[in-house]
């Protein structure tokens, strides 16, 4: 669901089913995007405890996570959504589980000297939504920013003479204010 205010008559036509099943499957629109969200925050979970066990090399871990959550366009089902739905308890407990993994993934590559010294965990969903903001013409067009992807993974990259970053990266309190509903 690329358009969280989309109508659900809308909804249902881009998944090629009548509105009436959508009502049978879901209690309301509300149900749908909890639903959508919960989804996404599975997907990002898998991808994340797969980069926790990869015993490997630290950086490679985490560009892989990396990769994996904009492959599989995760932040289209979770953080696009924020503020359209009320999250119940089971959305803020994935959400929690979620932020803890790709924390241990971060701190990880960071503690390995992989990651730039100035990058901070809360900058790292924001690149996610960077990205997952961006459409081309079709799906396949829209896969071809992992260009984009590579370019940003050498910014993340500690190495000589990278240009210190500036101002300090959104809080978490900044993020959580995001899933109030508007």
């Known amino acids: 669901m690329r358009e969280p205010g989309a109508p659900i008559s809308a909804v249902a036509e881009r998944a090629g089913v009548g509105v009436g099943a959508l009502y049978r499957r879901y209690a309301g629109k509300e149900e749908l995007l909890r639903t959508l969200c919960a989804d996404g925050l599975h997907r990002f979970i898998a991808l994340a405890e797969a980069a926790v066990a ?3 090399d630290p950086w490679e871990a985490f560009a892989g996570f990396v990769r994996g959550v904009t492959d599989s366009d995760v932040h289209s089902l979770t953080v696009r959504l924020a503020g ?5 308890a ?3 407990e994935l959400a929690a589980h979620a932020t803890a993994l790709a924390d241990r993934v971060f701190r990880r590559a ?3 000297g992989a990651l730039r ?3 901070h965990a809360n900058d790292i969903p924001m690149i996610f939504e960077q990205i997952a903001a961006i459409r081309l013409g079709d799906a396949e067009r829209t896969a071809t ?5 590579a370019l940003l993974l050498d910014a993340l990259r500690a190495h000589p003479g990278a240009t210190r ?3 300090p990266p959104p809080s978490s309190e900044e993020f ?3 899933w109030r509903p508007a």
């Open 145 to 149: 920013l992992r260009r984009y992807l």
């Open 110 to 112: 960071k503690a390995a």
């Open 176 to 178: 959580g204010g995001r």
């Open 165 to 167: 970053l500036p101002g």
């Open 54 to 56: 990869e015993d490997g």
């Open 117 to 119: 010294p100035d990058l």
């Open 90 to 92: 089971e959305l803020h």
């Open 84 to 88: 359209t739905f009320t999250p119940t």
